[in-house]
């Protein structure tokens, strides 16, 4: 078995035992007993629990890479999004129940929720790039997070939620989002003459997210008195 295969193996029974077990049981022992493997392969290849579990959200932005290659020059950025945005959630569809656990577990664990908002940040920075929008510098740190909040987060609700075989309810709802995110990029001032480049650099003040339910915390910016902490998207 070569240490791709158990790196994988690895990582599948981590995420099989956040479903079964909840997080608190995911630690070096227990993940090699499942994936049938020396323990002494999960301490070569991760440093501990979190880093394991976030070797596997990484692991959705090869589908990043696969998309791009599909891109044509006449492609708009609010395409490009699109399809990123749901090769990525594609990926994950496999450990959808995982994550769901995941994001709540996040609240009281801070060194899984800070691993989680790394490895997101990351996420949304590659797909800017990728559709040309640009995430870089303190412009970029702005789309991120108008990104976030205007579009990936809903949209990350919608898919938790999403039953159809297509995942047809989240594409739905990822092309309301983009629409918003396009209409508020047309309003900015600077932006006029370059409306395809959404989101804008400076997407606020976004207003919060529309989709906060008993299901699940919202993840856009709350109102004052300060929020309770809330969970990351994926």
Same mark, same amino acid.
């Given at each position: 078995?070569?240490?791709?295969?158990i790196?994988?193996?690895?990582?599948?029974?981590?995420?099989?035992l956040?479903v079964?077990?909840?997080?608190e049981?995911?630690?070096a022992?227990a993940v090699a007993?499942?994936a049938?493997v020396?323990?002494?392969?999960?301490?070569?290849?991760?440093?501990?629990?979190?880093?394991?579990?976030?070797?596997?959200?990484?692991?959705?932005?090869?589908?990043?890479?696969?998309a791009?290659?599909?891109?044509?020059p006449?492609?708009?950025?609010r395409?490009k999004?699109?399809?990123?945005?749901?090769?990525?959630?594609?990926?994950?569809?496999?450990?959808?129940?995982?994550?769901a656990?995941?994001?709540?577990?996040a609240?009281?664990?801070?060194?899984?929720?800070a691993?989680?908002?790394w490895?997101l940040?990351?996420a949304?920075?590659?797909?800017?790039?990728q559709?040309?929008?640009g !995430?870089? @510098? *303190? =412009?970029?740190? +702005?789309r991120r997070t108008?990104f976030?909040?205007?579009?990936?987060? $809903?949209?990350?609700?919608?898919?938790?939620?999403?039953?159809?075989?297509?995942?047809?309810?989240?594409?739905?709802?990822?092309?309301?989002?983009?629409?918003?995110?396009?209409?508020?990029?047309r309003?900015?001032?600077?932006?006029?003459?370059?409306?395809?480049?959404?989101?804008?650099?400076?997407?606020?003040?976004?207003?919060?997210?529309?989709d906060?339910? !008993?299901? @699940? *915390? =919202?993840?856009g +910016?709350?109102?004052t008195?300060p929020?309770?902490?809330?969970?990351? $998207?994926?």
């Open positions: 078995m070569d240490q791709t295969s790196r994988e193996r690895l990582i599948d029974a981590a995420f099989d956040v079964e077990e909840g997080f049981a995911v630690d022992p007993g499942r049938g020396d323990v002494r392969h999960f301490h070569a290849g991760f440093a501990g629990p979190v880093d394991c579990i976030v070797a596997g959200l990484i692991a959705a932005n090869d589908s990043a890479f696969e791009a290659r599909d891109f044509e006449e492609d708009t950025v395409e999004l699109f399809e990123l945005v749901m090769a990525r959630l594609d990926r994950l569809s496999e450990r959808r129940e995982a994550i656990r995941l994001r709540w577990t609240l009281r664990t801070p060194l899984l929720g691993a989680l908002a490895e940040d990351r949304l920075a590659l797909m800017l790039d559709a040309g929008a !995430a870089g @510098g *303190p =412009a970029g740190a +702005l108008g976030l909040t205007t579009v990936y987060a $809903p949209v990350v609700e919608a898919w938790l939620k999403d039953d159809s075989d297509d995942l047809a309810h989240t594409m739905a709802e990822l092309d309301k989002r983009l629409d918003r995110a396009e209409r508020m990029a309003r900015l001032p600077f932006n006029r003459d370059a409306a395809d480049d959404m989101p804008g650099p400076d997407a606020g003040p976004a207003a919060p997210p529309d906060i339910t !008993a299901d @699940g *915390p =919202a993840d +910016l709350g109102p008195p929020p309770a902490p809330q969970a990351p $998207p994926a």
